[in-house]
């Protein structure tokens, strides 16, 4: 009995192992099939490095790759640089010690793997997960040739597969020599210079082989992060990464302590000259915009709304990384970038800055004191087709472009799309009945009175500050500063929770390119499309990276945009902006004035353009008069020649109030009569906040070459707003701005 009882125990315990094993082997067989199309495509990836490779020639690491950017009719309008050919330098001419650097810091183990260094990789995983965030790399030098000259810049787990495949190519079809020999000829050393060559030649006016070691070391610390290593930006910066090399050359005694000392003595004078420029807004908007589409392009997701500083600072600092990446592939990539400039419009727009501040002669360090920054986009496509960024002057390596670049206070221009509009969508109509009364510890008007209960037709028009106010305290700061946030605004965040963004009263304020492009979604119905003069680009093999035509969102319901259009054709006819109109257009927009008039604007649009113009100085100073009216009007003239004058859809109540309209039109023409054509804002309240003070009797300027160097609107002007910012397309950001990786 007792044997039977073992007997089918036995078998209890069998057929347990049998199903246990049965499962097993199904969780293997669905893994294998699970992952089957990934270890096909691997394989595939293999076999199409392995092509590349085989097809790759010596040339292929010399080739110049030349990203050339074209305008609107085709036309080439500029390049990303120049040809590297003429710099490209032989490895028997580079010095020893100045291979050595780039070994010793970037991969030591370089004469010893083969293209793939396995013990780094186990070091910098446990490096990167002690410290909680990327710390340490761990690609070879044969891996960072790899993706420089056969790869994209994308973070994808098939880029890093592929690239291991090439690495491993690459070390079975040349030597370590020539390997190293094409390393140091096509990685990036900031402000446009590819390869050792270049870097000698263009800070140090030397050959290579002429460096000394402190000029070696100190070109050696810059490809690492070409941004935070750059020399004419950031020069310290570089000194102390050198320090840090030739420390690592003397302890691998690869120098004695004489030349490590009388190195680290050595003071690093640069004789790199400034790149010609005429101050070409078109260029460095260009480049800029293309950076940024190569990022959209490999997945980078821009954010203007932060949680907070700390939110804010991770953010920026993958913009950062991420913009220096790609604007790097396209300095070597070859590609062909399609705009949407048009020079003929181009010309119209800066002539009318140039034309209405033509007696503005007074210069600092050379450059006009009195500026102006204008930005123009074509309603139908949404894309910029011109941008100034200053007066025209011929200027020796100057690229401030302050139509995106430089931010400023925008008084009343900002109302419509961040008070108005959002009003309008609560149920309201040009015909409200809004108060403007005095408000204790409010704004006051312009004039100082008050005309208690008036249309929101009236309010707008005459530019009430008292009724702005009170429209953004009744939907609130956060919702209206939403749409802001929305369409793209890069340095409002941080006022989210703040009334005193209803009249303007930003802590930095507001380009011409962010305000193109929100009053371009006015005229569009709502509809919102993210800023950029790019159409398309195409890689050097002819493939399409970046389709820009499908962007757009719908912000604003298009019933209140049209309504706000309708009131917004007032102010041109019968309010502030009286004078603005063309003969040959129908437009519609808004003045924009801050305290002590230190900033003038003006946004308006036809039916076929829309146009933000900025006129100030670069330092806290009072307009003389104010020109923005004039250019906008100068240059609609000049672009509806031979354009039929078209007007603005109608929005659906208008026909059951024609009278109450009449009525408001002869109210408002009364009241013009004794309105001065200035609405200076005069912002009372005081925030009650540590971190947030709103004074408008300021402006903010900004450079892209001065970083996290910014103060509030209502303190510290940037000393540097004028100066040369060469080397960078990108917007000036600073603590307070939006910037972005993958």
């Not at 790759?65 to 040809?83: F, H, K, P, Q, W």
């Not at 009175?449 to 009724?467: C, D, E, F, Q």
């Not at 670069?618 to 009216?629: E, F, H, K, R, V």
Request: hydrophobic content about 30%; charged content about 25%.
């Amino acid at each position: 009995m007792a044997k039977k009882r073992l007997s089918k125990k036995k078998r209890r315990r069998r057929l347990i192992r049998r199903i246990i094993l049965l499962v097993f082997l199904l969780d293997i067989a669905t893994g294998m099939l699970l992952f089957l199309p990934k270890i096909i495509r691997v394989i595939s990836l293999a076999q199409d490095a392995k092509t590349m490779v085989n097809e790759s020639s010596v040339s292929t690491f010399m080739e110049s790759g030349t990203t050339v950017i074209y305008d609107a009719d085709g036309n080439e309008l500029c390049t990303m640089r120049e040809s590297k050919d003429m710099y490209y330098v032989g490895i028997e001419d580079i010095p020893d010690t100045l291979e050595q650097a780039f070994i010793v810091m970037e991969d030591k183990d370089f004469y010893k793997h083969k293209g793939i260094d396995f013990k780094a990789i186990i070091r910098a995983v446990i490096a990167n997960t002690e410290n909680d965030e990327i710390v340490q790399g761990a690609s070879t030098i044969t891996q960072q040739l790899a993706k420089n000259i056969f790869l994209t810049q994308e973070v994808t787990w098939e880029r890093k597969v592929k690239e291991i495949f090439v690495a491993r190519d690459i070390e079975k079809k040349y030597s370590k020599k020539q390997i190293l020999e094409f390393y140091l000829n096509n990685i990036y050393f900031s402000n446009g210079y590819y390869g050792v060559g270049a870097a000698a030649k263009g800070y140090f006016g030397k050959e290579v082989k002429d460096l000394t070691l402190s000029e070696q070391a100190f070109i050696a610390a810059i490809p690492n992060n070409p941004t935070r290593y750059n020399p004419l930006t950031n020069f310290d910066n570089t000194v102390e990464r050198r320090d840090n090399i030739l420390a690592r050359l003397y302890n691998e005694d690869i120098i004695n302590s004489m030349n490590y000392y009388t190195a680290l003595d050595s003071q690093v004078e640069l004789s790199r000259q400034p790149v010609s420029s005429r101050n070409n807004s078109v260029e460095t908007y260009a480049r800029h915009c293309a950076t940024e589409g190569m990022m959209q392009a490999g997945g980078f997701i821009f954010r203007t709304n932060f949680i907070n500083d700390d939110d804010y600072d991770q953010y920026k600092k993958l913009y950062e990384e991420s913009y220096t990446m790609y604007q790097q592939k396209l300095l070597s990539g070859g590609y062909s970038v399609y705009t949407s400039i048009d020079m003929n419009i181009q010309k119209k727009l800066q002539s009318a800055v140039d034309d209405n501040l033509d007696s503005y002669t007074s210069m600092k360090d050379g450059i006009y004191e009195m500026q102006a920054a204008a930005t123009c986009i074509d309603n139908m496509t949404g894309n910029v087709v011109a941008i100034v960024g200053s007066r025209s002057q011929e200027l020796e390596g100057y690229t401030l472009n302050r139509a995106y670049q430089s931010y400023r206070q925008p008084g009343s221009s900002i109302k419509p799309i961040l008070d108005y509009i959002p009003y309008l969508q609560k149920g309201n109509t040009p015909d409200t009945i809004v108060s403007d009364e005095y408000i204790q510890d409010g704004p006051k008007n312009a004039d100082g009175t008050y005309m208690g209960n008036i249309t929101l037709r009236t309010a707008v028009s005459l530019s009430r500050n008292t009724v702005a106010w009170n429209v953004l305290k009744e939907i609130t700061p956060k919702v209206g500063s939403s749409y802001l946030l929305n369409q793209g605004f890069h340095k409002i965040w941080m006022d989210k929770d703040y009334n005193a963004i209803a009249i303007g009263g930003f802590t930095y304020g507001v380009s011409t390119e962010e305000m193109a492009g929100a009053y371009t979604t006015i005229v569009n119905d709502g509809k919102y499309r993210r800023v950029t003069c790019i159409v398309s680009i195409y890689d050097n093999r002819g493939k399409l990276v970046l389709d820009t035509s499908n962007r757009e969102e719908n912000i604003y319901d298009s019933e209140s945009c049209r309504m706000m259009t309708d009131m917004l054709k007032t102010v041109v006819t019968e309010g502030t902006g009286r004078g603005a109109a063309p003969e040959n257009a129908i437009v519609a927009g808004k003045t924009g004035t801050t305290n002590s008039n230190y900033d003038s604007w003006f946004c308006g649009y036809s039916a076929y353009y829309t146009l933000a113009v900025w006129q100030g100085y670069d330092y806290p100073a009072s307009i003389p008069q104010n020109a923005t009216l004039k250019i906008f009007r100068q240059f609609m003239e000049q672009a509806h020649n031979g354009l039929a004058k078209k007007d603005f859809p109608k929005y659906s109540h208008k026909e059951n109030q024609e009278e109450t309209q009449t009525e408001t039109q002869t109210e408002t023409q009364s009241v013009t009569q004794t309105q001065t054509q200035t609405e200076t804002q005069s912002v009372t309240q005081t925030q009650n906040s540590s971190s947030h003070h709103y004074t408008q009797a300021s402006s903010q300027m900004e450079t892209g070459t001065v970083r996290d160097n910014d103060a509030t609107a209502s303190t510290k002007q940037d000393s540097t707003a004028a100066g040369n910012n060469s080397g960078t397309d990108r917007p000036a950001e600073t603590k307070n701005d939006a910037a972005i990786r993958n």
